[in-house]
């Protein structure tokens, strides 16, 4: 196997799920044990200044062995999404795919499907590592990982390639949204960089969505139901008459591309009081705000029909449409592009139907966009990523890396 299969294939093997429900950095502790992994391998390869800091970040650098290049970050986040377990990950890989539905767990029957998995069908004829459909496989973001530390190891072995100053972060809790909280832009000192993060190989990334999170509580009446008439109020009924104000076709099954969406993510409570946590997302600023406008419009209209402090409201914005921090810097997708089709990639610039520490870095100072891993299926049983996608990416790295030499 190559070095980047070798290096993401130990990598899965760290548990690194991270906990929004938590408020320490990292959410998780086991997160650190990766990064301090991380720390000895940069070590070993003669990656210079490494260090994990308090928070769980881990940065190197690769001295510059040419002059007046700008200097160039790479960065990808070390935590998996909490939507399903990264424990016990047992990769294996599928050789030379034939098209066909793939077993990935026969006692258990979970088959994963060109049916309804359509990406299948551009990888006839590639190795792909998959799971054994009881975790997700890690893709995102230790493929992102992999890729990086296999195009440093490259570097570092040929030192006659000539490059700038390259810049290394990894970064914990991007899954649960606070992957650049503690970020040290200032400590990084890139001139621009690259998350490594994104799907299917030829992604390209530079616009995201507008992002809130609203929590809602609703405050009822409970009483004996024999005796209930003209007193209870069932906060229950009344999260279902506030969600049915909301438009039935803002909602992401029904939504695609740069269109946005009001997500009911969590519902939990009883007659007496209960709770919902919604996502807002939109690409354009003005839609977004417009749909925050509707939940605070819904919210007064219900209070007044039911008293005031019946519906509580806590909303706060997440991260912004990276794009008019990139626009300013349209090198950065053009030097991508140029990375990719030298290779024979067809480069796909698609927006984000989601968000990246890419995002939040680029409003920090540090211009930021996405660029593919090659995994398929993030979040899932049903995750995977081709092989030649990674060894690939490695390549684009590299290719990255000597276009902004001769800058």
């Known amino acids: 196997m190559s070095k980047v299969i070798d290096r993401f294939l130990k990598y899965v093997s760290f548990d690194t799920i991270s906990d929004p429900n938590s408020t320490s950095t990292p959410t998780t502790a086991h997160q650190l044990v990766l990064a301090k992994h991380l720390v000895e391998e940069m070590t070993e390869l003669g990656i210079q200044n490494v260090q994990v800091d308090e928070f769980g970040y881990v940065y190197g650098l690769i001295p510059a062995n040419v002059e007046n290049a700008p200097k160039l970050g790479f960065i990808s986040h070390m935590d998996t999404a909490p939507s399903m377990s990264g424990k016990d990950i047992k990769p294996r890989i599928v050789k030379n795919y034939d098209g066909g539905d793939i077993i990935l767990n026969e006692d258990k029957k979970i088959v994963m499907k060109p049916t309804e998995f359509e990406s299948l069908n551009n990888c006839i004829g590639l190795d792909l590592i998959v799971t054994d459909g009881t975790t997700l496989l890690g893709a995102d973001d230790k493929a992102g990982i992999a890729e990086i530390m296999a195009m440093a190891e490259h570097l570092l072995s040929h030192p006659e390639i000539k490059h700038g100053e390259i810049k290394i972060g990894f970064t914990p809790d991007e899954e649960v949204g606070a992957g650049a909280d503690h970020f040290n832009v200032k400590q990084f000192d890139a001139d621009f960089a690259y998350t490594v993060d994104g799907g299917m190989l030829g992604e390209i990334e530079y616009e995201n969505f507008n992002a809130a999170g609203v929590k809602l509580t609703v405050n009822g009446t409970n009483i004996h139901p024999g005796s209930a008439k003209g007193k209870m109020v069932n906060s229950l009924e009344l999260c279902m008459e506030f969600y049915n104000m909301l438009p039935t076709f803002d909602k992401p099954q029904y939504t695609e591309g740069y269109e946005g969406f009001n997500h009911l993510d969590e519902m939990s409570g009883n ?108 979040h899932g049983r049903f995750e995977y990523i081709p092989v030649q996608s990674m060894e690939k990416m490695v390549d684009v790295l590299l290719n990255i890396v000597n276009i902004y030499s001769e800058k």
């Open 271 to 378: 007659v007496e009081q209960a709770h919902m946590e919604f996502i807002i997302r939109d690409h354009d600023m003005v839609k977004f705000e417009a749909k925050k406008q509707l939940f605070k419009d819904i919210t007064a209209f219900l209070n007044k029909k039911y008293g005031e402090s019946t519906f509580e409201l806590d909303m706060s914005d997440s991260y912004f449409n990276m794009k008019e921090q990139i626009l300013p810097h349209m090198h950065l997708i053009e030097s991508a592009k140029k990375a990719m089709q030298d290779l024979d990639i067809e480069p796909l610039v698609i927006p984000i139907r989601g968000g990246t520490d890419g995002a939040r870095l680029s409003f920090m100072g540090l211009p930021c966009p996405n660029l593919c891993t090659g995994g398929e299926n993030f």
